[in-house]
């Protein structure tokens, strides 16, 4: 994926990685810290670290865990557990069921956790307790606020600031004089609220993405809540929703999906020479294909591979290396990184590497 990586926080986490597995590294540590060998890569990691998400199986997550057992594999470190609490084909997330899987961890004594911390009010309290036990974390993919990082106790969270990645996408719609924007929501979260809300924010209409009818002209963002039950496993009946939408609003002139399964029923039933531009969040093969091809304009890449990897090796450096951390009580971000045409070649390499 080559130069993909250029942030800031992942060359640091580089840098550190490369001092874990060198002859520089302590030749003893605390044993509470579970020392760390000297003398090179090859050396084992005494350390069992939990992965547990709100995720299913499907072609996002199961990069997000490529990327946990990748950094397991390099640092020789196990994985006690790999737990999604999403079934394929569910409409949402078991929080509930999540939250009990961290507990199991903690009873386990794990020696770390990387959790999606996709319900804060439920889950905070069960995180702060594995802290108060002695057991590091590292938020992953949902919980991504200084607030809540501040709750849970974790050192850092790995993944895409939400608010932050609408925003980018708004302002390249801007660039392409295409500012009448629907967003369209697929299921409730509050992070896919903070990425219409960043549209909004990028075109200067609010701090938030209006409800009901479009205008006939923008800079508008306005939010369409699909009504089609789990509508991400139902791309068709979703489609014919939103293009219902924008039949009786003609002045909509961009479409910003926050499902590529939404985007790809949508995109299949646009009328034939449609100038609507569109574009979706989180990358896939369909939307490589489609940024190619010229029907998706571009796609938003919070790089989850990233989020499986660094919670790995984060939770590797504060173990072995005397308490060692990341991120500073804030976001590492994974993205956004926005696949276009200029860009799409390099990110398909790294799709058939598993890694996007």
């Known amino acids: 994926m ?4 250029t942030l800031p926080a992942l060359a640091m986490a580089a840098a550190l990685f490369v001092g874990a597995c060198s002859s520089s590294s302590p030749t003893t540590a605390p044993a509470a810290s579970g020392g760390a060998a000297s003398g090179g890569a090859a050396a084992s990691c005494p350390y069992k670290f939990a992965v ?3 995720g299913d199986t499907g072609s996002f997550w199961s990069v997000v865990y490529k990327g946990a057992k990748d950094a397991a594999a ?3 470190c196990t994985l006690s557990e790999v737990y999604g609490s999403q079934q394929q084909g569910q409409a949402q997330p078991d929080d509930n069921a999540e939250n009990q899987a961290i507990q199991d961890a903690i009873n386990q004594k794990v020696d770390g956790l990387a959790v999606s911390d996709h319900n804060p009010s439920l889950m905070n309290p069960t995180l702060a307790s594995a802290v108060k036990a002695g057991i590091p974390v590292v938020l992953i993919n949902a919980g991504c606020d200084d607030a809540d990082i501040a709750a849970s106790g ?9 608010a932050f990645a609408g925003k980018q996408a708004g302002a390249r719609f801007m660039a392409e004089k295409a500012n009448n924007i629907l967003c369209v929501i697929h299921q409730s979260g509050q992070n896919l609220l903070d990425r219409c809300n960043g549209i909004a924010q990028a075109l200067g209409t609010g701090a938030t993405c209006s409800s009901g009818d479009a205008p006939a002209s923008g800079p508008a963002c306005t939010e369409l809540t699909l009504s089609v039950p ?9 489609a014919q929703q939103v293009i219902a939408y924008l039949q009786a609003h003609p002045g909509v002139n ?23 531009k569109l574009a979706t969040f989180d990358l896939n093969s369909w939307d490589i294909s489609a940024v190619k091809a010229g029907t998706v304009d571009f796609v938003v890449d919070q790089q989850q591979y990233l989020q499986g ?6 939770l590797q450096l504060y173990k072995a290396h005397y308490g060692a951390s990341v991120g500073g009580g804030t976001t590492v971000p994974t993205g956004p990184l926005l696949v276009d045409k200029t860009n799409v070649t390099n990110v398909e390499a790294g799709a058939a590497a598993g890694e996007s």
């Open 2 to 5: 080559g130069t993909r990586r």
């Open 74 to 76: 390099a640092t020789g």
């Open 254 to 276: 961009a479409v910003m999906t926050l499902n590529n399964a939404i985007a790809q029923g949508v995109q299949a039933a646009l009328p034939s020479g449609s100038t609507i």
């Open 154 to 162: 974790a050192m850092t969270c790995v993944g895409q600031p939400e």
């Open 309 to 314: 990897y660094l919670p790995i090796v984060f």
């Open 52 to 54: 547990i998400t709100h």
């Open 230 to 238: 789990n509508a991400a496993s139902n791309p068709s009946a979703s």
